[in-house]
């Protein structure tokens, strides 16, 4: 197969941008070293690059949103700091500061469960600084044994009560606190897809980038763990938080039981959700479209109200190096959007497997599927020429997104990791008429 000029000049800058990537992330794992667990402070830092593409596929018609059939490679790469310091008995400040730099696929729209989670709804082609997080966590022992934790990025080592309480204030990502999974949560080691590593229907508070201000309790008492929040809202949907106010907010429970099966550990989490805003109705809106012969827009037809849901989390070890995860989550679908993604409905589930079988303990490998719905309100709004948070078409026949996900992760180093990813999706955007896609990724992760 014969390049062209352009092909053959991306593909040599990707190359490049890889390679240097790699000798930064080398120099860095032998520049710095992390505080033993007794310090007062902390400093470390990761490097994640992205690389992604995908083939040209049938796509008879596009909108404003679609993913592009013969779009480009596109690549993302964030560097993070983390610093933490002990704050009295038992309390702790981190302070992470990040440089981004690139694209999603398509600019971030295109599919619901979009296949980059190292992309942000907002990129830039040159670097930028954000603050991420800033937050205070402060840990209250009840009683029980003393149980040991591992130093990691915003998490000082050390021991504590396994009963306790856990105070967090802030800004921070809900996600660092509710509906994680040891097996699929973090784009920057296991999954990439959104739906794999979130439930896909868990609207949760959030800016462009991810993160917004809010508090968190959790209360930690043998088998079971309590969690409560609450947290801003963005000022409208899809939007960045420029300031701190709760006049716009999210309120999430969740609840989470330990358990053996076999004699391998296991978690079932149920969370639960209400944002409370102004959002649009997709029936207002389709019906405002067509007494004025337009296209529908829920930004016309937004009103004071709520939208709710729910998520059921499974997260349980088989065998000492292989690990099953699932999540089923459904979300009120008769109203926008407001944070996430356009996802009613969800169901993801997959297997983690470390590479003792072949003699590579730190390497990984990782398969999952998702499909995701829209409810029938949504699906009228979308077929009318809508637009959401990340899918539209301009018109649509509907059939569940069905993406299947893979990926090798191969230990370079202690602190080094490269991954190839792979991803199946089949409808993309909910839209028969599109697709399907087969995306590509390379991950250069490291630590240090």
């Known amino acids: 197969m014969s390049l062209t000029f352009a092909q053959k000049t991306r593909y040599d800058r990707i190359a490049g941008q890889l390679c240097l990537s790699a000798y930064f992330a080398l120099l860095c794992s032998n520049a710095m070293a992390e ?26 018609y596009g909108g404003t949103n679609s993913l592009t059939p013969e779009g480009p490679t596109e ?94 204030i802030g800004k921070f990502a809900v996600v660092d606190v509710f509906d994680t999974n040891a097996y699929a949560h973090d784009p920057r080691a296991d999954f990439l897809n959104w739906a794999m590593i979130d439930a896909g229907a868990f609207d949760y508070a959030a800016d462009s980038w991810g993160y917004t201000y809010g508090a968190a309790l959790e209360w930690n008492q043998g088998n079971w763990t309590l969690r409560g929040g609450l947290f801003e ?49 997709y029936d207002d809106a389709t019906t405002l479209a067509q007494s004025n012969h337009a296209v529908p827009d829920t930004a016309l037809v937004r009103r004071n109200g709520s939208r709710s849901g729910a998520v059921i989390n499974i997260e349980q070890e088989l065998a000492a190096d ?40 730190d390497d990984t490998i990782g398969i999952a599927a998702t499909i995701d719905q829209l409810s029938g309100a949504a699906r009228s709004y979308f077929s009318a020429g809508g637009l959401g948070v990340l899918i539209g078409d301009g018109k649509l026949d509907y059939g569940p997104e069905r993406v299947w996900e893979s990926y090798y992760a191969m230990k370079l180093q202690s602190r080094l990791t490269l991954t190839a ?6 409808n993309p955007s909910y839209n028969r008429d599109r697709g399907p896609v087969s995306l590509y990724g390379i991950r250069l992760h490291v630590e240090f």
């Open 233 to 281: 809202l963005s000022p409208e949907p899809n939007a960045k938080i420029n300031r701190i106010g709760f006049d716009k907010y999210s309120i999430i429970g969740e609840a989470e039981m330990r358990h053996t099966w076999h004699g391998h550990p296991g978690k079932t989490k149920l969370t639960a959700f209400v944002n409370r805003a102004p959002m649009g109705s």
């Open 75 to 168: 690549e993302t790469t964030d560097i993070t700091l983390f610093g933490g310091w002990r704050v009295g008995k038992n309390g702790e400040l981190w302070v992470n500061t990040e440089i981004d730099q690139g694209f999603g696929l398509n600019n971030t729209v295109g599919m619901a469960a979009f296949p980059s989670g190292g992309a942000y709804k907002i990129g830039a082609n040159t670097p930028y600084l954000r603050l991420p997080r800033m937050f205070v966590r402060q840990t209250i022992s009840l009683d029980g044994e003393q149980e040991k934790i591992e130093a990691a990025a915003n998490q000082f080592g050390g021991s504590r009560s396994a009963n306790n309480l856990i105070l967090t």
């Open 421 to 426: 990813d792979y991803q199946y999706a089949v």
């Open 322 to 361: 292989v690990g099953l995860f699932a999540r089923l989550s459904a979300s009120d679908g008769s109203k926008e959007t407001y944070e996430f993604t356009d996802v009613d409905r969800s169901l993801s589930a997959g297997l983690s497997i470390k590479g003792d079988r072949w003699s590579r303990h």
């Open 35 to 60: 505080p033993g667990g007794d310090s007062d402070w902390s400093l470390s830092g990761q490097l994640t690059n992205i690389t992604q593409g995908h083939n040209t596929f049938h796509a008879p």
